[in-house]
């Protein structure tokens, strides 16, 4: 199965908010609310921030923040840190009852 | 609190096996599943394939059909996946994480993950 497409980087200044975007297939994405976003720190397990499209587990900030529409879902962080510093990956279930995770995004915060 | 401890760093040689333990803690085993993910060394993720701790019920990533096999161990708490024939493109740290018991989420918790090293 192929893996979800997201940018290969994105950047942002602190302080200021960026989006990450992950597309699709209506055999994957598009068909199921449960795309998932992880955050990943280099040498480190990744860590769940959005899971359900939109839901935050439990003490996450509430800067991280989750949406979809169609084919393509998208991972906001609002009031860039230093900390953000990061790789992101997007996953969601497929046709073929299987996961498929999007190629991963590197933040930079600039 | 959920913890999901993996076991140590292996180095093997090509057309060898491996078996990657991943022992839980902090919930209830079988009402949950267990999925394996690998990250070759600067790619991003990949999905292997689940078992269910339930009922041992699996799923496996075409790419590595025939080659993995994942079970569990309930009075222990702990899951493993072997991998078999293994190739230099199976370098990589693999993980377990939880998933829910249909296999139809995402993961959640995740363990520390276990580097394979395949070298002649």
């Known amino acids: 199965q192929s893996a979800l497409t997201q940018p290969a980087s994105v950047s942002g200044s602190p302080g200021q908010s960026i989006t990450i975007s992950c597309s699709g297939t209506?055999?994957?994405?598009?068909?199921?609310?449960?795309v998932t976003w992880y955050q990943q720190h280099p040498g480190k397990a990744p860590k769940l921030l959005v899971y359900?499209?939109?839901k935050r587990p439990s003490g996450l900030s509430n800067r991280f923040s989750g949406s979809k529409s169609g084919n393509t879902a998208s991972l906001t962080i609002s009031g860039l840190q230093a900390e953000d510093e990061a790789d992101y990956y997007c996953?969601?279930?497929?046709?073929?009852?299987?996961?498929?995770f999007g190629g991963g995004t590197k933040l930079t915060v600039l | 609190q959920v913890q999901l401890v993996q076991s140590g760093p292996e180095v093997k040689k090509p057309g060898a096996s491996v078996k990657v333990s991943c022992k839980a803690s902090?919930?209830?085993?079988?009402?949950?599943?267990i999925t394996w993910v690998r990250q070759a060394p600067g790619q991003g993720l990949e999905w292997m394939g689940w078992?269910?701790?339930?009922?041992?019920?699996?799923k496996y990533a075409q790419k590595v059909q025939g080659r993995v096999t994942m079970t569990t161990d309930t009075s222990t708490s702990t899951a493993y996946m072997e991998l078999r024939s293994l190739r230099s493109d199976d370098m990589a740290v693999y993980y377990c994480a939880r998933v829910w018991p249909t296999g139809t989420f995402c993961p959640d918790y995740w363990g520390q993950g276990t580097l394979v090293t395949v070298s002649s």
């Open positions: 996953c969601s279930f497929s046709d073929s009852r299987t996961l498929v």
């Open positions: 209506s055999s994957d994405l598009g068909s199921y609310d449960v």
């Open positions: 078992i269910s701790a339930n009922n041992g019920y699996t």
């Open positions: 359900e499209v939109n």
């Open positions: 902090g919930y209830t085993f079988t009402s949950y599943g």
